[in-house]
């Protein structure tokens, strides 16, 4: 608990930027705000003629924390200002101009730190936001199949809300807080130190009561977010999957999935709620309780004469104050415990390690000049089931080298494996011999371009998601690369040209318009080394017709793996391998395979009868 406390401290690097001016402005505020309540004792003892007696001082007395002090700069101040005639309504007019100021300087601080901890807060959650999302964006891709989506966004969003608190309160705690109960206790003890000592005997009654509740608000708090992380989950899924839903009249199950995950979460924060209400009221009861017992015991010190009744007031108004810094530090207590709860999800994110790591001694992958090459590979991605065993071959430079097979061979896996997206379990892959692990990761993604049948394309205008990754790219380049993709003229139909925007996941565009775009993103990009994971496979007759043109001119003179479903795109490919079950069954030309009448030609057949 206490290593999350500090780590989530650590966002507020450096603290002492933070903390020193806050320290000077809690200390002026509380000392400000204490000379306020003070100003009670003179307005009442001169209005009622008992506790101040005017005498014409021309010096200012030693300071000191006691009546007899603040007596004497009221009677400086009032002989500079007025000179030795004394009147009531002078002198009140004098203790109100200072009550004023007073006030204003206590306020004056207290906003100034305030927005110091303001300025922290942000900060903090810039940082701290910032840290979460590349965190999240340099895993490998591996990570993404065992997460929630929304659990992720839930704890990037939510739970990075919920830690503010930890982290600001932490200053209040530290320094404002204490520093007001400080000054009221020793305006107290300057006034009764008898009634203070009786007064002061019911604060740990306080403190235990709800401390015990604070205590118990950490687990709940816990189980809050991760309920929050499943709740978003489930809206993100569908909102994402809103035409399945609505095509398989869904709606009843999903809204009761949603349903029942939002009342499990409401039950916890109305848990948490009652406990967290209940500290504030009570604190309150027991502060008023004790002010009774007090107006009790300090009545009887006046009546003796212990202390004078203006003397009592000012205690009752300082002691009356005193329950609120007393109420907020506890409050601020229960707010730092569910922090830390949110801090421990926050951290699930921030510590995860990606399977795929640049080695200490990689080196960029400066030209791409002979063949990549795959030796004995074999993959799994849960340990269960073998996707891929022993799989061997070579793609050479300029050549075209095309997968095909039945579904769930692992054809798209094997192209998965040449960016890194995951490494296998067993064997290497090497570019121009040397294992791809050598190379740093973004220098390999750099010489690739990938077009795959989920065309992604994000919610942008249509120039800047072709320039994706380039942003460099001139105006003429993109508009280049939109013709060799067969795109410049559908573009130049929309609204606003290459400024429209595509919408969500590109849903204003058709399934060949996005694709289209997907391929000029990769001409632009001008890749030595092409990756096609069946970028035709979804598409109408007369899309499929201009993206292959598009894919062919792209093809051209590069290093080239093709993935294809529709068998027809690939007859010309240098050489076709088939995947079947994890293994390499064939390979070849199209006219060897067709010869040889196996698994290819069976495939080529069936099709052909489709």
């Given at each position: 608990?206490?290593?999350?406390?500090?780590?989530?401290?650590?966002?507020?690097?450096?603290?002492?930027?933070?903390?020193?001016?806050?320290?000077?402005?809690?200390?002026?505020?509380?000392?400000?705000?204490?000379?306020?309540?003070?100003?009670?004792?003179?307005?009442?003892?001169?209005?009622?003629?008992?506790?101040?007696?005017?005498?014409?001082?021309?010096?200012?007395?030693?300071?000191?924390?006691?009546?007899?002090?603040?007596?004497?700069?009221?009677?400086?101040?009032?002989?500079?200002?007025?000179?030795?005639?004394?009147?009531?309504?002078?002198?009140?007019?004098?203790?109100?101009?200072?009550?004023?100021?007073?006030?204003?300087?206590?306020?004056?601080?207290?906003?100034?730190?305030?927005?110091?901890?303001?300025?922290?807060?942000?900060?903090?959650?810039q940082?701290?936001?910032?840290?979460?999302?590349?965190?999240?964006?340099?895993?490998?891709?591996?990570?993404?199949?065992?997460?929630?989506?929304?659990?992720?966004?839930?704890?990037?969003?939510?739970?990075?809300?919920?830690?503010?608190?930890?982290?600001?309160?932490?200053?209040?705690?530290?320094?404002?807080?204490?520093?007001?109960?400080?000054?009221?206790?020793?305006?107290?003890?300057?006034?009764?130190?008898?009634?203070?000592?009786?007064?002061?005997?019911?604060l740990?009654?306080?403190?235990?009561?709800?401390?015990?509740?604070?205590?118990?608000?950490?687990?709940?708090?816990?189980?809050?977010?991760e309920?929050?992380?499943e709740?978003?989950?489930?809206?993100?899924?569908?909102?994402?999957?809103?035409?399945?839903?609505?095509?398989?009249?869904?709606?009843?199950?999903?809204?009761?999935?949603?349903?029942?995950?939002?009342?499990?979460?409401?039950?916890?924060?109305?848990?948490?709620?009652?406990?967290?209400?209940?500290?504030?009221?009570?604190?309150?009861?027991?502060?008023?309780?004790?002010?009774s017992?007090?107006?009790?015991?300090?009545?009887?010190?006046?009546?003796?004469?212990?202390?004078?009744?203006?003397?009592?007031?000012?205690?009752?108004?300082?002691?009356?104050?005193?329950?609120?810094?007393?109420r907020?530090?506890?409050?601020?207590?229960?707010?730092?415990?569910?922090?830390?709860?949110?801090?421990?999800?926050?951290?699930?994110?921030?510590?995860?390690?990606?399977?795929?790591?640049?080695?200490?001694?990689?080196?960029?992958?400066e030209?791409?000049?002979?063949?990549?090459?795959?030796?004995?590979?074999?993959?799994?991605?849960?340990?269960?089931?073998?996707?891929l065993?022993?799989?061997?071959?070579?793609?050479?430079?300029?050549?075209?080298?095309?997968?095909?097979?039945?579904?769930?061979?692992?054809?798209?896996?094997?192209?998965?494996?040449?960016?890194?997206?995951?490494?296998?379990?067993?064997?290497?892959?090497?570019?121009?011999?040397?294992?791809?692990?050598?190379?740093?990761?973004e220098?390999?993604?750099?010489?690739?371009?990938?077009?795959?049948?989920?065309?992604?394309?994000?919610?942008?205008?249509?120039?800047?998601?072709?320039?994706?990754?380039?942003?460099?790219?001139?105006?003429?380049?993109?508009?280049?690369?939109?013709?060799?993709?067969?795109?410049?003229?559908?573009?130049?139909?929309?609204?606003?040209?290459?400024?429209?925007?595509?919408?969500?996941?590109?849903?204003?565009?058709?399934?060949?318009?996005?694709?289209?775009?997907?391929?000029?993103?990769?001409?632009?990009?001008?890749?030595?080394?092409?990756?096609?994971?069946?970028?035709t496979?979804?598409?109408?007759?007369?899309?499929?017709?201009?993206?292959?043109?598009?894919?062919?001119?792209?093809?051209?003179?590069?290093t080239?793996?093709?993935?294809?479903?529709?068998?027809?795109?690939?007859?010309?490919?240098?050489?076709?391998?088939?995947?079947?079950?994890?293994?390499?069954?064939e390979?070849?030309?199209?006219?060897?395979?067709?010869?040889?009448?196996?698994?290819?030609?069976k495939?080529?057949?069936?099709?052909?009868?489709?």
């Amino acid at each position: 608990m206490m290593s999350t406390y500090t780590r989530l401290l650590g966002f507020a690097k450096p603290l002492s930027r933070y903390a020193v001016p806050y320290f000077f402005y809690s200390v002026l505020h509380a000392l400000f705000n204490t000379f306020t309540y003070t100003m009670i004792i003179p307005i009442i003892g001169t209005l009622f003629s008992e506790g101040y007696v005017f005498q014409p001082t021309y010096e200012l007395p030693a300071v000191a924390l006691n009546t007899e002090c603040l007596n004497g700069i009221i009677s400086y101040l009032y002989t500079q200002l007025f000179g030795e005639e004394f009147l009531t309504t002078r002198l009140l007019a004098l203790l109100s101009a200072v009550l004023i100021l007073c006030n204003v300087l206590s306020n004056a601080f207290r906003y100034l730190g305030s927005m110091t901890v303001e300025t922290m807060r942000t900060r903090t959650l810039q940082r701290m936001r910032n840290d979460m999302f590349e965190r999240t964006m340099s895993m490998n891709v591996g990570y993404f199949s065992d997460q929630r989506k929304g659990d992720i966004m839930s704890k990037i969003t939510s739970d990075v809300m919920v830690v503010q608190f930890c982290i600001t309160n932490t200053l209040q705690v530290m320094f404002r807080e204490p520093f007001l109960i400080l000054g009221y206790v020793v305006m107290m003890v300057n006034i009764s130190w008898q009634l203070t000592v009786f007064s002061i005997l019911y604060l740990p009654v306080v403190a235990l009561i709800i401390g015990s509740i604070v205590k118990r608000l950490r687990h709940p708090a816990q189980q809050g977010q991760e309920r929050m992380g499943e709740m978003v989950s489930v809206m993100e899924e569908s909102l994402s999957g809103v035409k399945a839903i609505k095509s398989y009249n869904a709606f009843g199950y999903i809204s009761s999935k949603f349903r029942k995950i939002n009342e499990v979460m409401s039950d916890i924060l109305l848990s948490m709620a009652r406990k967290q209400q209940a500290a504030s009221p009570m604190s309150e009861f027991l502060g008023i309780t004790a002010i009774s017992v007090v107006l009790v015991f300090g009545g009887s010190l006046v009546t003796k004469g212990v202390m004078t009744a203006a003397g009592f007031v000012a205690y009752i108004a300082a002691f009356s104050q005193l329950t609120r810094p007393l109420r907020s530090f506890i409050d601020q207590f229960a707010n730092i415990n569910q922090g830390i709860a949110a801090g421990e999800r926050i951290f699930s994110i921030i510590d995860a390690e990606s399977a795929v790591q640049d080695k200490a001694d990689a080196v960029a992958l400066e030209e791409f000049k002979d063949k990549i090459e795959f030796k004995n590979i074999s993959f799994s991605y849960d340990s269960s089931r073998e996707v891929l065993h022993d799989v061997s071959f070579t793609v050479r430079k300029g050549e075209t080298v095309a997968l095909v097979g039945p579904s769930g061979g692992g054809k798209s896996t094997l192209s998965e494996l040449i960016p890194r997206f995951y490494d296998p379990a067993v064997g290497e892959i090497s570019i121009d011999g040397k294992p791809l692990a050598d190379y740093t990761q973004e220098s390999l993604r750099e010489k690739m371009g990938i077009v795959s049948q989920d065309t992604i394309l994000f919610n942008d205008s249509i120039r800047a998601n072709i320039a994706m990754g380039r942003e460099d790219a001139t105006e003429e380049q993109i508009i280049a690369a939109a013709k060799i993709a067969n795109a410049h003229d559908f573009i130049m139909q929309t609204e606003a040209g290459y400024d429209t925007n595509v919408g969500d996941r590109g849903m204003k565009l058709s399934g060949g318009q996005r694709q289209r775009l997907s391929i000029a993103r990769a001409v632009l990009r001008n890749p030595e080394i092409l990756i096609l994971d069946e970028a035709t496979s979804a598409l109408d007759t007369e899309s499929e017709k201009l993206v292959q043109e598009a894919l062919t001119s792209l093809l051209e003179g590069r290093t080239s793996v093709v993935i294809a479903h529709r068998l027809s795109t690939i007859h010309n490919a240098d050489r076709i391998i088939v995947i079947d079950s994890g293994r390499i069954a064939e390979q070849g030309t199209h006219a060897e395979l067709m010869a040889k009448n196996g698994i290819y030609a069976k495939l080529i057949e069936m099709q052909s009868l489709a």
